[in-house]
């Protein structure tokens, strides 16, 4: 297995090569390096290439890693939450994630919500999708988005940036674009619909097996865990 650095650079080229085949810029298209299950030190390497945006799924190990990754490095990381999200555990990461990718209840928004009005800041979040319709992922049902974004739109201390959908596991990623291409379609159809204090533009999409796809359907955000870091050790998980 290539190292972190090599596999950044290959990373980098195909993203490249996917976002010129969409007709965009580089620039448009965030890399969050996805380090679930790997120690600070392999973290600290991804810093070093360039990998500034960090993504794990679970709180924990934000928390675990949070300060060591403060008092380790002297670039800026932004850490996104993108896994499920319980709402007695917002607490713990409000002041300490850029954004949550995850949200898919207006429990979850009220908390958030909450938490962030005590530490007076705005959270950025992207609302969750479920665009397979697959009974083992969390996310709201297309046909529910536009409902909910008129629900959480009043809340003061949210700002709904766009939306996230985690895809099927397949050995064909063609397979998955006609799922990013709807999640693109969902956003511009709300979006049209000019909803109060809602303007989204993100769309996180695309994961190691299938982020060149998601790139060509307009995937603004890819969330790469294994095709930086290599395999995952799922003892720890």
């Known amino acids: 297995m290539d190292g972190i650095r090599e596999n950044s650079i290959l990373v980098e080229k195909k993203i490249a090569e996917a976002v010129k085949k969409s007709g965009r810029r580089r620039e448009d298209v965030l890399?969050?390096?996805?380090?679930?299950?790997?120690?600070?030190?392999?973290?600290?390497?991804?810093?070093?290439?360039?990998?500034?945006?960090?993504g794990e799924n679970k709180v924990q190990e934000i928390m675990d890693k949070y300060e060591p990754m403060k008092a380790s490095v002297q670039e800026a990381v932004y850490w996104h939450l993108i896994g499920h999200l319980q709402t007695n555990k917002v607490k713990y990461i409000i002041d300490k994630v850029d954004m949550i990718h995850s949200?898919?209840?207006?429990?979850?928004?009220?908390?958030?919500?909450?938490r962030a009005s005590v530490k007076n800041i705005v959270m950025k979040v992207l609302v969750e999708v479920n665009i397979a319709a697959e009974s083992s992922k969390f996310g709201l049902r297309p046909e529910e988005v536009e409902t909910f974004l008129r629900q959480v739109a009043s809340m003061k201390h949210i700002c709904v940036k766009g939306l996230m959908t985690v895809a099927p596991f397949v050995e064909n990623p063609e397979e998955n674009r006609v799922h990013f291409r709807r999640?693109?379609?969902?956003?511009?159809?709300?979006?049209?619909?000019?909803?109060?204090?809602?303007?989204?533009?993100?769309?996180?999409?695309g994961m190691t097996g299938d982020?060149?796809?998601?790139?060509?359907?307009?995937?603004?955000?890819?969330?790469?865990?294994?095709?930086?870091?290599?395999?995952?050790?799922?003892?720890k998980v």
């Open 31 to 54: 890399l969050v390096a996805v380090s679930k299950t790997k120690p600070v030190e392999a973290i600290q390497e991804a810093v070093a290439c360039g990998l500034y945006y960090l």
């Open 103 to 114: 949200l898919e209840s207006l429990k979850l928004a009220q908390e958030i919500e909450k």
């Open 183 to 205: 999640l693109r379609e969902l956003l511009v159809d709300i979006n049209n619909k000019k909803l109060d204090n809602i303007n989204m533009d993100v769309l996180s999409m």
């Open 211 to 235: 982020y060149e796809v998601a790139i060509e359907e307009g995937a603004t955000i890819v969330r790469i865990g294994t095709g930086i870091f290599g395999e995952r050790d799922y003892f």
